[in-house]
T-cell receptor
C-alpha cells in the first residue's frame, strides 16, 4: 500500500526566506510523486512531478523537489519565499500505472510573513 | 483550451437526500477521477472512470456511485446523505495514454445540514 506523510501541518517563513516543505512516502512499487498547491476556495494546481527521470525536479513559480529513494523523501523547496506563495501544499504519490489514483498527504499550510 | 469544469459550485442538502455533481474533463482527456476533500484534510480518492466504466475505487461506501458519458464527462452521485459527506468534491481528468498527471477542477462545495 502507498502512503504519504507531510511533516508539519503549518510552516511559517519570512518573505525572502527559504521554503522547505517535507514529504515522505511509502510505496512497494516505483512511485510517481507530485506536489500540488491549493489556494483558498480553489482546486489543486500541479507544481511539479517526479516520474523516474531526473531526481531533481523543477516546477512552476521557482519551486523544486528532489527525489531521494534512500530516504523515501520528496521535499519541496524554494530559495526565496514570496507573499503569493501562501497557500496549502499537498504531496501525493501514485504507482507507475498510467492514470493511477493519487494518494495525498494531509497538507502543509504555508504562511509568508512580510 | 478549457480546463476541467465542475458544477454546481456550491450545494446545500439535508441529511437523507441525494445529490448529483457534474464534471467535464479537459479537452483531449478521457479519464475522470473523483476525490473528496474534507475540511483541513488532503483529498481522498473515490473512484476513476475510463471508457464509461469504473476502473478503480477507493474506500467509499456504495452510497457513492458514478457514471461516465460517451463525451467523457462524468457524474458523481451520493445517496442517503450524511453530515460527514460535507466536503469539497474534486474532479480530475487525465489522458489514458501518458496519464501520469491529473488536472483538477475547482471543485463543488457540498454542505449537508
Amino acid at each position: 500500500a502507498q502512503s504519504v506523510t507531510q511533516l508539519g501541518s503549518h510552516v511559517s517563513v519570512s518573505e525572502g526566506a527559504l521554503v522547505l516543505l517535507r514529504c515522505n512516502y511509502s510505496s512497494s512499487v516505483p512511485p510517481y510523486l507530485f506536489w500540488y498547491v491549493q489556494y483558498p476556495n480553489q482546486g489543486l494546481q500541479l507544481l511539479l512531478k517526479y516520474t523516474s527521470a531526473a531526481t531533481l525536479v523543477k516546477g512552476i513559480n521557482g519551486f523544486e523537489a528532489e527525489f531521494k529513494k534512500s530516504e523515501t523523501s520528496f521535499h519541496l523547496t524554494k530559495p526565496s519565499a514570496h507573499m503569493s506563495d501562501a497557500a496549502e501544499y499537498f504531496c501525493a504519490v501514485s504507482d507507475a500505472n498510467q492514470g493511477g489514483k493519487l494518494i495525498f498527504g494531509q497538507g502543509t499550510e504555508l504562511s509568508v510573513k512580510p | 483550451d478549457a480546463g476541467v469544469t465542475q458544477s454546481p459550485t456550491h450545494l446545500i442538502k439535508t441529511r437523507g437526500q441525494q445529490v448529483t455533481l457534474r464534471c467535464s474533463p479537459k479537452s483531449g482527456h478521457d479519464t475522470v477521477s473523483w476525490y473528496q476533500q474534507a475540511l483541513g484534510q488532503g483529498p481522498q480518492f473515490i473512484f476513476q472512470y475510463y471508457e464509461e466504466e469504473e476502473r478503480q475505487r477507493g474506500n467509499f461506501p456504495d452510497r457513492f456511485s458514478g457514471h461516465q458519458f460517451p463525451n467523457y464527462s462524468s457524474e458523481l452521485n451520493v445517496n442517503a446523505l450524511l453530515l460527514g459527506d460535507s466536503a469539497l468534491y474534486l474532479c480530475a481528468s487525465s489522458p489514458i495514454q501518458g496519464g501520469d498527471e491529473q488536472f483538477f477542477g475547482p471543485g463543488t462545495r457540498l454542505t449537508v445540514l
